[in-house]
């Protein structure tokens, strides 16, 4: 597979988060959430926690692997800096991913509906 092809998978994952089609689990890893595909999973994860790159000491600051189904790593996107060109996308995906979790869409609306209710 070459990286165009997992370029858009990731963009299909990031729709289907966004419509709330893919359900997505908090991973053992800090900062990282897990996600069921078909025979396989993905995993995201975001750390903007040390901006110094150093490719030798520092691990990259985002990324989404996609796992087999005996969660072996078949390939990563990785972002070192938030200047990479697929920054954007994975970091997205994190956000995305951590609100579906949390369902932090749905707890809002409930704390407006909430408080707009007449007592």
């Known amino acids: 597979?070459?990286?165009?092809?997992?370029?858009?998978?990731?963009?299909?994952?990031?729709?289907?988060t966004y419509d709330q089609r893919l359900a997505?689990?908090?991973?053992?890893?800090?900062?990282?959430?897990?996600?069921?595909?078909?025979?396989?999973?993905?995993?995201?994860?975001?750390?903007?926690?040390?901006?110094?790159?150093?490719p030798e000491f520092f691990p990259p600051i985002a990324y989404l692997s996609f796992l087999n189904s005996r969660g072996e790593t078949i390939h990563t996107i990785n972002c070192y800096s938030q200047d990479d060109e697929n920054?954007?996308?994975?970091?997205?995906?994190?956000?995305?991913?951590k609100d579906s979790y949390l369902k932090t869409n749905e707890t809002i609306q409930s704390m407006f509906d909430e408080l707009h209710s007449p007592f």
Do not use: C, H
């Open 87 to 97: 920054f954007p996308l994975i970091s997205e995906i994190y956000q995305l991913a």
């Open 24 to 54: 997505w689990t908090p991973s053992s890893y800090s900062s990282t959430y897990q996600a069921a595909i078909g025979q396989g999973a993905v995993t995201v994860s975001l750390d903007l926690s040390d901006q110094e790159y150093d």
């Open 1 to 16: 597979m070459n990286e165009k092809t997992y370029l858009e998978l990731a963009r299909l994952i990031k729709q289907r």
